[in-house]
């Protein structure tokens, strides 16, 4: 059984940064890609970012630029900087792995975390 734990989540005012994490337990994931989904209000799952287990990153286009995964596959931990938040950016973020790196919004990833509340408002 693997185990995925975000931390990190919070309030910002827009133009601000956050940074999630995410702690793996259970299995080494060192072979996994991981990453980060979303979901806003009123709004599907939609993909994020990801990093592969050959360190090869991923963004989703409204993201890239401000937004970067990072990962230590030793420690099977992500990251996930988040800088120049808007409010469009708020949701619920997840930490996820998957023996496949699949960037489709709605693919279903092996592994999910419990989810991190991100809100970015005035």
């Known amino acids: 059984q693997v185990k995925l734990v975000e931390s990190g989540g919070g309030w910002v005012q827009p133009g601000g940064s956050l940074r999630l994490s995410c702690a793996a337990s259970g299995r080494s994931l060192s072979d996994y890609a991981m990453g980060w989904y979303r979901r806003g209000p009123g709004k599907e799952h939609e993909f994020v970012a990801a990093i592969s287990w050959s360190d090869s990153t991923y963004y989703r286009n409204s993201v890239k630029g401000r937004f970067a995964v990072s990962r230590d596959s030793a420690k099977n931990t992500v990251h996930l900087q988040m800088n120049s938040l808007a409010p469009e950016d708020t949701a619920v973020y997840y930490c996820?792995?998957?023996?496949?790196?699949?960037?489709?919004?709605?693919?279903?990833?092996?592994?999910w975390g419990q989810g991190a509340q991100v809100s970015v408002s005035s």
């Open positions: 996820v792995a998957d023996p496949n790196l699949v960037t489709n919004d709605d693919y279903p990833w092996a592994y």
